[in-house]
């Protein structure tokens, strides 16, 4: 396990993925995408793990973009392929399990992106979130101009790309950039307990909610209509589905176990 990223197994199968370069207010390097894309490469294939969550070391900063100082010598066709080898937002969004952002403090550019390639996600009122690249005479390169006008609209996207602003977690949650601000001593309590509310549900059920919701973004409506009916009716063969249902009728809680 790399240095950069402490990857820990919580109870109620919750795992919890942290940037450890606090020194560097936890920006992303080459070692950083490396060690997130093979942890959820290994987590996907772990049953016991039903809910990851990602933050940063400290109480300053999520991540704070892309470390600048990887960027000095870099040619424009070396930068294409470190950003598609191994593409750590894609392997987010795509991961079979549903991912939380739990954002500590400052959030931009690849950090922003990074979060917005997770399925929540919930920041800190003293959070600073925003997509600086402009300031650098660059765009944003990980999905910036892609994901942020799916969650915000064109509008806020433009005014947040076009002018490097930085808007605080309270800002961020009116807007629709995240679900939930609250006070920095109450975040990783709301996010556990999130955690924990949605590691509680059928694993299955949950891959087939996130694939679904995600189909969205590229079907029209009813191709998205037939894909969400196609796994409505194959849950019906799990033995989740049969849980689920007895524990109703029996007036009890259901024990998933994801099969």
């Keep these: 396990m790399s240095d950069v990223l402490?990857?820990?197994?919580?109870?109620?199968?919750?795992?919890?993925?942290?940037?450890?370069?606090p020194e560097k207010l936890n920006a992303l390097n080459g070692a950083v995408r490396c060690?997130?894309?093979?942890?959820?490469?290994?987590?996907?294939?772990?049953?016991?793990?039903?809910?990851?969550?990602i933050t940063g070391a400290g109480d300053r900063s999520f991540i704070a973009g892309a470390d600048i100082s990887e960027f000095k010598d870099a040619r424009p066709v070396e930068q294409y392929r470190?950003?598609?080898?191994?593409?750590?937002?894609?392997a987010i969004e795509s991961?079979?399990?549903?991912?939380?952002?739990?954002?500590?403090?400052?959030?931009?550019?690849?950090?922003?992106?990074?979060?917005?390639?997770?399925?929540?996600?919930?920041?800190?009122?003293?959070?600073?979130?925003?997509?600086?690249?402009?300031n650098l005479?660059?765009?944003?390169?990980?999905?910036?101009t892609q994901r942020l006008p799916r969650l915000v609209g064109e509008g806020w996207a433009m005014r947040l790309v076009m002018s490097g602003e930085l808007i605080p977690g309270e800002k961020a949650e009116q807007i629709g950039l995240v679900e939930a601000a609250v006070a920095p001593e109450e975040l990783e309590a709301?996010?556990?307990?999130?955690?924990?509310?949605i590691a509680s549900r059928s694993p299955v059920a949950l891959q087939a909610a996130k694939e679904s919701i995600l189909a969205a973004r590229r079907m029209p409506l009813d191709e998205g209509l037939k894909f969400e009916r196609s796994w409505f009716s194959l849950l019906f063969s799990t033995d989740d589905m049969a849980e689920g249902v007895g524990a109703f009728l029996e007036k009890r809680k259901p024990e998933f176990r994801g099969s």
């Design 95 to 134: 991961f079979p399990k549903p991912v939380i952002a739990m954002i500590n403090g400052f959030c931009l550019g690849g950090g922003c992106e990074l979060a917005m390639s997770c399925d929540m996600r919930v920041a800190s009122t003293s959070a600073r979130i925003g997509q600086p690249e402009i």
């Design 190 to 197: 709301h996010v556990m307990e999130l955690a924990s509310n």
């Design 137 to 144: 005479g660059l765009i944003p390169g990980a999905g910036g």
């Design 82 to 90: 470190s950003m598609t080898r191994g593409d750590m937002y894609s």
């Design 35 to 53: 060690a997130i894309f093979g942890a959820l490469d290994r987590l996907a294939a772990d049953d016991d793990v039903r809910v990851v969550v």
């Design 6 to 21: 402490l990857v820990e197994k919580l109870d109620g199968h919750i795992a919890k993925l942290t940037v450890n370069r």
